[in-house]
T-cell receptor
C-alpha cells in the first residue's frame, strides 16, 4: 500500500512570489507520482507527473516538481505565482506499471495567493 | 487532452431514493474507470475500480450493495447510490484511463450529491 503526506494544509503566498508545496510518500514498491489542481466544485486537472527518467519534471502553468527517491519526496514549485493559481493542490501516487490501480491522494494543500 | 464527462454536475434527492451518476470518456476508450468520493475540504478516497465487462473491485469499507457500479462499455461507467441517506451526501468524481496507456487517468468534473 502507498500513502501520501502533504505537510501543509494551507500556504499563503504573495502574488509574484515563489512557492513550494511539499509532498512526501511512502511505498514498498516503485510508484508513479502526480500533482493535480482542483478549483472549487470542479474535477481534477493534471499539472505534471513523474513516471521515470529525469527527476525534474515540468508541467503546465509554469509548475515543476522534483522527484527525490532518497527523501521520498515530490515537491511542487513555481517561481512566480499569480492570483489565478489560488486552488487546492493534490499530490498522488500509484503503483508503477500497467496495472489497474487507482490513485492514493494526499490531503491537499490550499494555495492562497495574496495581492 | 482526453475528456471525461460526468452527469449530472449536481443532484438533490430525497432520503431513501436512488441516484445514478454517469461517467463518459468522450474521445477515447477507457478500459478502466475509477470512482472517488470527496468530503468537504478533504482528499479524494478511492471507492472502486471498474473494468469494462467485469465486476467492479471495491475498496475496503465501501458497501458494494449500496454503491452499484456498472461499466458496460469502453466509454461509459455508472455509479448508482441506492437508498441514499444524508450521510451519502458528498462530491463524487470519476476518472478514466486511456486504453493502452496505463499511466495517466483523466478526471470528470465531479457530481455534488445532496440527500435531504
Amino acid at each position: 500500500a502507498q500513502s501520501v503526506t502533504q505537510l501543509d494544509s494551507q500556504v499563503p503566498v504573495f502574488e509574484e512570489a515563489p512557492v513550494e508545496l511539499r509532498c512526501n510518500y511512502s511505498s514498498s514498491v516503485s510508484v508513479y507520482l502526480f500533482w493535480y489542481v482542483q478549483y472549487p466544485n470542479q474535477g481534477l486537472q493534471l499539472l505534471l507527473k513523474y513516471l521515470s527518467g529525469s527527476t525534474l519534471v515540468k508541467g503546465i502553468n509554469g509548475f515543476e516538481a522534483e522527484f527525490n527517491k532518497s527523501q521520498t519526496s515530490f515537491h511542487l514549485r513555481k517561481p512566480s505565482v499569480h492570483i489565478s493559481d489560488t486552488a487546492e493542490y493534490f499530490c498522488a501516487v500509484r503503483k508503477s506499471g500497467g496495472g489497474a490501480d487507482g490513485l492514493t491522494f494526499g490531503k491537499g494543500t490550499h494555495l492562497i495567493i495574496q495581492p | 487532452g482526453a475528456v471525461v464527462s460526468q452527469h449530472p454536475s449536481w443532484v438533490i434527492c430525497k432520503s431513501g431514493t436512488s441516484v445514478k451518476i454517469e461517467c463518459r470518456s468522450l474521445d477515447f476508450q477507457a478500459t478502466t474507470m475509477f470512482w472517488y468520493r470527496q468530503f468537504p475540504k478533504q482528499s479524494l478516497m478511492l471507492m472502486a475500480t471498474s473494468n469494462e465487462g467485469s465486476k467492479a473491485t471495491y475498496e475496503q469499507g465501501v458497501e458494494k450493495d449500496k454503491f452499484l457500479i456498472n461499466h458496460a462499455s469502453l466509454t461509459l461507467s455508472t455509479l448508482t447510490v441506492t437508498s441514499a441517506h444524508p450521510e451519502d451526501s458528498s462530491f463524487y468524481i470519476c476518472s478514466a484511463r486511456v486504453y493502452g496507456l496505463n499511466t495517466e487517468a483523466f478526471f470528470g468534473q465531479g457530481t455534488r450529491l445532496t440527500v435531504v
